[in-house]
């Protein structure tokens, strides 16, 4: 599976867009990009998936480069309980990775009022 | 509700006691999976299982176990040769499709405290 690298902590404050970006230069061309999100106490939740370009859903948007070494996390105008741990990951679509995601230490995000 | 559960949120046992951390889901998922979190740190696996009556070491299965008699419920024990075992355990499980793009869907959690 392919390491992620991402900021260890961000800090902003209340109504601002924040951008976290995640490099993963050893991406494969079968890898898929994954975020979850984890606050305090709790179990990490799904956020968002892409594979190229840019996705969007109601919570966060993804921005993939052409070359896909990296990726931005996009949180637009972020409140107080945004603050959280946003994890990273790559992981084939095919091909069997079960039980062998890869969880690093992850981008503490604090909002400030 | 569809959802997965982990009882109880908090145990306290004394060194040396084994001590069974409870995961149960009505997702209808094949797959689940048992992580460890120390403080300041990212996940790391301990077990996982594909299906019922199977289930695979994950990075640090060493002083655990766990069993999958039930599709919905994947029961982990600590027992008393995990030398540091106070952490927050998570329960994760999943669609089976063996795809890197599964989601995992993650319990609340229990904070084990070893005195």
């Known amino acids: 599976l392919a390491k992620t690298t991402q900021p260890i902590s961000m800090d902003s404050y209340e109504g601002q867009e924040v951008n976290i970006t995640c490099s993963h230069n050893n991406i494969a061309t079968n890898d898929y990009i994954t975020w979850y999100q984890q606050f305090p106490s709790q179990g990490p939740r799904f956020i968002i998936q892409?594979?190229?370009t840019k996705v969007t859903n109601e919570v966060a948007s993804l921005f993939i480069p052409a070359d896909r070494k990296s990726s931005t996390l996009s949180l637009p105008r972020v409140s107080l309980s945004d603050t959280a741990v946003y994890y990273c990951?790559?992981?084939?679509?095919?091909?069997?990775?079960?039980?062998?995601?890869?969880f690093g230490r992850g981008t503490q995000l604090t909002v400030w009022p | 509700d569809g959802g997965i559960t982990q009882s109880p949120k908090y145990l306290f046992r004394k060194e040396g006691q084994n001590v069974t951390l409870s995961c149960e889901q009505n997702l209808n998922h094949d797959a689940m999976y048992w992580y460890r979190q120390d403080p300041g740190q990212g996940l790391r696996l301990i077990y996982y299982s594909q299906i019922v009556n199977d289930f695979q070491k994950g990075d640090i299965a060493e002083g655990y176990s766990v069993s999958r008699e039930k599709k919905e419920s994947f029961p982990l024990t600590v027992t008393s040769a995990q030398k540091n075992p106070t952490a927050f355990y998570l329960c994760?499980?999943?669609?089976?499709?063996?795809?890197?793009?599964?989601?995992?869907?993650f319990g609340p959690g229990t904070r084990l405290t070893v005195l």
């Open positions: 892409g594979y190229k």
């Open positions: 994760a499980s999943s669609f089976a499709t063996g795809q890197g793009t599964d989601t995992q869907y």
């Open positions: 990951l790559v992981a084939p679509h095919r091909g069997s990775t079960l039980g062998r995601l890869y």
